[in-house]
């Protein structure tokens, strides 16, 4: 279970960090289902960590793309791993073993700027090292979803601050919409604030809540 002196976090729930990508990041974000309506999707990530959602939503979207479709994962990552590491960490999930081996077999010696990688036909990976503000900020708008996982709100302050969750909604796509496990009060608020109609769901084992929304004022008649 990788963890972070640091920032003094587990990098995800100690249950199954893959289950719960499952639950909170592609459930959240209506995934797979909004795969079959677009040629094209853009996944933005906050801290790609040990790459956990990147290889559980890559084994996903092979199971359920359609032909000719591609999807483009972006993470922003300000210390990323080494090869090693990454390895060391996912070997815990055969479910995710042959992503895995693709993705160390092909991750940089010096992982730095952005790391571009073509991990198959349809699945392209950029991970943009260096703070996510500055990345955000920088990256062309037209995400279609995004999963914020920094880590706990009270401990990784630069990753939920009002100033990114603007970036975030200001470069989502019309419809964009994002989900994390975090549930804190100024997180919901930071978001509502910046645009988003935000839903509090059921969070993954045990956890009471957690947050999805979509970009836009939509009022229930219409969700
Ligand atoms: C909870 S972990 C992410 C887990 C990851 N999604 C996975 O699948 O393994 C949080 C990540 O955010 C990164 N991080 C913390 N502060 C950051 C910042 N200001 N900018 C970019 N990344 C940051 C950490 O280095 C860490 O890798």
């Given at each position: 279970?990788?963890?972070s002196t640091a920032f003094g976090?587990?990098?995800?729930?100690?249950?199954?960090?893959?289950?719960e990508c499952g639950?909170?990041?592609?459930?959240?974000?209506?995934?797979p289902a909004r795969w079959q309506?677009?040629?094209?999707?853009?996944?933005?990530?906050?801290g790609f960590g040990t790459a956990l959602n990147f290889c559980e939503t890559w084994r996903q979207w092979k199971l359920n793309r359609s032909a000719g479709a591609e999807l483009h994962f972006m993470s922003f990552e300000l210390y990323p791993m080494q090869a090693e590491e990454i390895d060391r960490a996912l070997s815990r999930w055969p479910e995710i073993d042959s992503e895995r081996k693709a993705l160390v077999a092909m991750w940089p010696k010096?992982?730095?700027?952005?790391?571009?990688?073509?991990l198959d036909e349809q699945t392209r990976l950029s991970v943009v090292c260096g703070p996510a503000l500055e990345g955000v900020r920088n990256a062309a708008p037209g995400f279609d979803a995004w999963y914020l996982d920094g880590f706990a709100p009270s401990r990784n302050s630069d990753m939920w601050s009002p100033e990114l969750l603007q970036l975030v909604h200001d470069r989502s796509a019309p419809g964009g919409t994002f989900a994390?496990?975090?549930?804190?009060?100024?997180?919901?608020?930071?978001?509502?604030?910046?645009?988003?109609?935000?839903?509090?769901?059921k969070g993954f084992a045990g956890k009471r809540e957690m947050l999805c929304?979509?970009?836009g004022r939509i009022t229930p008649r219409f969700r």
């Open positions: 279970m990788p963890y976090d587990h990098f995800y729930c100690q249950t199954d960090g893959r289950l639950h909170v990041f592609l459930d959240g974000n209506g995934l309506e677009q040629a094209t999707f853009l996944i933005g990530e906050l010096d992982p730095k700027d952005t790391v571009e990688l073509r994390t496990y975090a549930a804190a009060g100024f997180v919901r608020r930071s978001l509502q604030a910046a645009g988003f109609t935000v839903e509090r769901r929304g979509v970009k």
